[in-house]
T-cell receptor
Framework: GDSVTQTEGPVTVSESESLIINCTYS????????LFWYVRYPGEGLQLLLK?????QKGSSRGFEATYNKETTSFHLQKASVQESDSAVYYC?????????????FGKGTSLTVIP | NAGVIQTPRHKVTGKGQEATLWCEPI?????VFWYRQTIVQGLEFLTY????????DSGMPKERFSAQMPNQSHSTLKIQSTQPQDSAVYLC????????????FGPGTRLTVL
């Protein structure tokens, strides 16, 4: 079936260290998978961090990057140097451009705490 | 722009009671989505409206759950005869056009069924 698996949290990282949150997907019934990272900061609603709709492309936002790798079916989120303000819950998600994301698959979320 | 508004933010019901959750999408957005979030299952898609019409309810439990969008300014998710396993955070999102447009999420309604 179609699903998303991501790093189980919680993850704790010291400020200025690098970060990688793994995400792999299965898109057996989705013709044109599109991949997303959403983030929920404390006290706020879920919001889009970045998205990539074409395999092989990289998305970036707020210092975070993720590359859509069709061969390894992965979309790992990386940041070279995290800040305390990056503490949040991160969700990898899979949508279907062909159907307009009617059915949107989310990972279970990874809670990140950045220690100053 | 107030964002997506969901009310109530918290709701506690007794087993067997009915719960109605409200969502007001961003003005001008034509698509509304409902999701359910639990620790065990994570975020699950429930249903989707575009221009007030139900497009896909494949994620909705077949019994007790129903959703409506009577006008462009609000949608409701109704759960009849609530059960403890219905306890979750219910999220509503809206997007400008549906399709590939970014979804904007509300803060969610935390439903607790005793």
């Amino acid at each position: 079936g179609d699903s998303v698996t991501q790093t189980e949290g919680p993850v704790t990282v010291s400020e200025s260290e690098s970060l990688i949150i793994n995400c792999t997907y299965s898109a057996t019934s989705i013709a044109y998978p599109n991949l997303f990272w959403y983030v929920r900061y404390p006290g706020e609603g879920l919001q889009l961090l970045l998205k990539v709709i074409t395999a092989g492309q990289k998305g970036s936002s707020r210092g975070f990057e993720a590359t859509y790798n069709k061969e390894t079916t992965s979309f790992h989120l990386q940041k070279a140097s995290v800040q305390e303000s990056d503490s949040a819950v991160y969700y990898c998600a899979l949508g279907d451009l062909n159907t307009g994301y009617q059915n949107f698959y989310f990972g279970k979320g990874t809670s990140l705490t950045v220690i100053p | 722009n107030a964002g997506v508004i969901q009310t109530p933010r918290h709701k506690v019901t007794g087993k067997g009671q009915e719960a109605t959750l409200w969502c007001e999408p961003i003005s001008g957005h034509s698509a509304v989505f409902w999701y359910r979030q639990t620790i065990v299952q994570g975020l699950e898609f429930l249903t989707y409206f575009r221009n007030q019409a139900p497009i896909d309810d494949s994620g909705m439990p077949k019994e007790r759950f129903s959703a409506q969008m009577p006008n462009q300014s609000h949608s409701t998710l109704k759960i009849q005869s609530t059960q403890p396993q219905d306890s979750a955070v219910y999220l509503c999102a809206s997007s400008l056009t549906g399709g590939a447009a970014e979804q904007f999420f509300g803060p969610g309604t935390r439903l607790t069924v005793l």
